[in-house]
């Protein structure tokens, strides 16, 4: 008889919803800002950019799916980013002034407000597999240059020369720059939401072409290039990071949500309206608990895409 009354209660918590949630669940990424329209883009290059865009949101869906958290959702999409030579972090880093590769990352955990981040680093193969090293086995949140590439090391992460990050695309973006004005090139990142309601972003870059020997931009700076907090959004930027962290743009998203109610569309939209009122350029990727979405940015184009539970997944490269 009582196993019959504990069937009979189990069945109508089922049939009142008690074995389902609304929690929606997905990710967005981007894969940099800047001059990128159709006129300068052939279509094997935009197909090859699309392909790498859909594996990296399907990377990170099926770990989502499968009840991973958001933050290996992160690690597991930029890593795919930084493998590929298409985009301006880890395999297809640009160049320093000084004919090295310097990469960054950062990594952000929005249930307990921990983070992770490396700076100038050489010889890491997924700088943001080295930021989540720093965050979970360290109580420090960002090492740099010699230090961060030894600390990886130490945690098994896969090394590699730095003449593997040498690709003829950024050299000759290297020499080009060297004619004339420093160059400006966008970055990698990744917000996602996962079905226990947690919030993670990460971002992980190679800089700007032609940059000083040490520069470091707003990519491993937490607040800055990366933040991710349950109680408001999490925030990947990319675009110049000097403006990115004189104005604290990702902290700025969440601040404008929790002290002035704004919505995750409206916070970020104010954010580069105020990058473009101080003359930078860039974007940001930004989404919030419920799983809303912002993608705004002041550039020609913004290689981004998203994929959520009751959505289709979807890639999008120019302006319109």
């Given at each position: ?10 069945l ?50 099926a ?15 930029v ?22 590769n ?11 407000h ?16 080295a ?21 990886a ?11 593997y ?59 800055a ?44 939209q ?34 981004r895409?998203f ?14």
């Open positions: 008889m009582k196993k019959y009354i504990l069937l009979l209660t189990a109508f918590f089922l049939s009142c919803g008690g074995g389902k949630t609304d929690q929606r669940f997905g990710l967005v990424i981007h894969g940099g800002a800047g001059t990128i329209t159709r006129e300068n883009m052939s279509a094997e290059k935009e197909a090859a950019y699309r392909v790498e865009l859909t594996a990296a949101l399907k990377t990170g869906y770990i989502l799916d499968n009840g991973g958290s958001s933050l290996d959702a992160v690690e597991a999409v890593r795919v980013m930084e493998d590929s030579p298409l985009f301006n972090a880890g395999k297809g880093a640009v160049f320093t002034g000084a004919g090295t310097e990469l960054d990352a950062s990594i952000m955990d929005g249930a307990t921990q983070a992770g981040a490396v700076a100038g680093v050489k010889t890491v193969k997924n700088p943001i597999s930021a989540r090293k720093v965050m979970e086995e360290t109580w420090h949140v960002l090492l740099a240059g010699d230090g961060a590439d030894a600390f090391e130490e945690q098994g992460l896969e090394i590699v020369p730095n003449s990050f040498h690709t003829e695309r950024r050299f000759k973006s290297l020499l080009k720059a060297k004619e004339k004005e420093m160059e400006k090139h966008g970055t990698v990142g990744c917000v996602a939401l996962d079905k226990h309601g947690n919030l993670a972003a990460g971002t992980s870059t190679g800089g700007l072409t032609n940059k000083r020997w040490g520069r470091v931009g707003d990519s491993p700076i937490i607040g290039g990366t933040y991710a907090s349950n109680e408001t959004c999490g925030v990947s930027g990319t675009g110049q990071g000097e403006y990115f962290i004189r104005s604290s743009m990702a902290y700025d998203i969440a601040a404008q949500m929790e002290y002035n109610e704004k919505s995750v569309k409206d916070a970020a104010a954010v580069i309206d105020k990058l473009t009122e101080r003359g930078g350029t860039g974007g940001v990727i930004a989404m919030d608990g419920k799983g809303n979405i912002a993608v705004p940015f002041n550039t020609e184009g913004m290689y895409g994929y959520m539970n009751d959505g289709e997944l979807t890639v999008k490269i120019y302006k319109d």
